[in-house]
């Protein structure tokens, strides 16, 4: 693919720092543009892809999977993915009991048609990343190097060169941090990040249960944070409990018996018995953004760039968005003859995302200040407005396209559409 004899030396025209979800499908979207790619990670995917690496699903809307399917992976990941056909979201708070105020998304308002569009697809991570490291491993324009961690990077007018942590360097013509929120090539870019930690933290874990889901998501919000029963395949659901550090750490360190009490008083009696299918996680939460997507020959994609919080299920989804993105401004540059890591490819790729991004974050962090506490003022005014969405049905409609990625100026792989250099 690289004819110039400036980057001949090079030893791809891509690396990836961060072989995880967002890393490993920017991989594969270029791999298969016919660009030559290496990801490298500090752990190697068997790890990754192990029960007790990752308790969290993720609800994958379905751009975001169109994404996936045009990279040609929706086989492999079909048998691990679950519909989610409805949203229940509901009201909590500590004196009056439960309110009854309750918002209702339903995919059959978008799409009537038995077996149409779902609202989005529910999948645990662990097989994702088992997914995309198998697809890796089939792509011969893709070179998977673990364990070793990228330790930085220096960027001048031929290419970029990577360092590993066992010593060695790595030539390239563009660099992309993917490797999370203590992202070293952010840190060797010198680019800052602004944000706070919650005084919250998600307790993670999957449950069996005796009667079928039918695709319902249940978020139940409390003064302490939402509470959510997310449906998984085989009579499962993913739980995501919202506690203050201190609780959390006592819901994770007690016995089981003792949790599964404690959470059946929250899970209720619809799905009828419940019990543990799993171990588990207990993740502190936070909001991060860097002020800068993009630096000379550099670009930070997922986590790297922007970690939200999870109150919505749209972390991951964003992740994916920014590949999408970066895929087609990176592919869209070399096919008319541009280096891989030119300029203007790149900052078309920050405008493409970085307000949509800060946005977002934005957004959860108010949505999650409204719903998490108590106050009988925000409480009135909160039922009023989830009264307002559930009486009117293009509100309503509005917002299952939001969260569901269809809207908006969409790149192509959101759309369905494979790249071609």
């Not at 961060?18 to 791999?31: E, P, Q």
């Not at 998984?232 to 003792?258: F, G, H, Y």
Request: charged share 20%; aromatic share 6%.
């Amino acid at each position: 693919m690289v004819t110039n004899p400036e980057v001949a030396a090079r030893d791809a025209d891509v690396i990836i720092a961060g072989g995880g979800m967002t890393g490993l499908t920017l991989a594969l979207a270029l791999a298969q543009a016919g660009l030559s790619v290496i990801a490298a990670d500090a752990e190697v995917a068997s790890a990754q892809a192990a029960p007790t690496y990752d308790g969290r699903s993720s609800a994958i809307a379905y751009a975001s999977f169109r994404m996936w399917a045009a990279l040609g992976l929706a086989d492999a990941l079909m048998p691990h993915a679950q519909r989610i056909e409805k949203i229940l979201v509901t009201d909590g708070r500590v004196r009056g009991g439960a309110s009854l105020l309750s918002l209702v998304f339903d995919r059959r308002e978008l799409d009537d048609r038995a077996g149409g569009e779902a609202l989005g697809y529910m999948l645990e991570n662990r097989h994702i990343r088992a997914t995309l490291a198998a697809a890796a491993a089939k792509q011969s324009a893709l070179t998977l190097i673990a364990p070793v961690a990228v330790t930085g990077y220096a960027a001048d007018a031929g290419g970029v060169t990577v360092t590993l942590a066992d010593g060695r360097t790595l030539r390239a013509g563009l660099v992309v941090g993917a490797e999370g929120r203590r992202s070293t090539i952010r840190a060797a870019a010198g680019i800052r990040t602004t944000g706070w930690k919650y005084d919250q933290t998600a307790v993670v874990c999957t449950v069996a249960h005796q009667k079928p889901h039918d695709g319902v998501a249940h978020e139940y919000f409390l003064p302490s944070g939402p509470f959510a029963m997310l449906p998984l395949t085989q009579n499962r659901c993913n739980i995501v409990w919202t506690e203050r550090p201190a609780i959390a750490d006592a819901l994770k360190k007690m016995s089981d018996a003792d949790f599964m009490a404690e959470l059946s008083a929250r899970f209720g009696a619809h799905l009828g018995a419940v019990s543990l299918a799993g171990p588990r996680f207990a993740y502190p939460l936070s909001l991060q953004i860097a002020e800068k997507f993009i630096a000379p020959r550099m670009a930070l994609i997922g986590d790297a760039a922007h970690g939200v919080h999870p109150i919505a299920g749209q972390g991951l989804n964003v992740g994916l968005r920014d590949v999408a993105a970066l895929a087609e401004s990176i592919v869209d540059a070399v096919r008319v003859g541009l280096d891989v890591g030119d300029g203007e490819a790149l900052a078309r790729y920050q405008r493409w995302r970085r307000f949509d991004t800060t946005s977002m974050a934005l957004v959860m962090d108010v949505f999650n200040r409204v719903f998490s506490n108590d106050f009988p003022v925000l409480r009135q005014l909160r039922g009023r407005g989830m009264a307002v969405v559930d009486a009117i049905g293009p509100a309503r409609r509005f917002f299952m396209r939001e969260a569901a990625g269809g809207s908006g100026d969409l790149p192509k792989l959101l759309k369905g559409e494979a790249l071609a250099a």
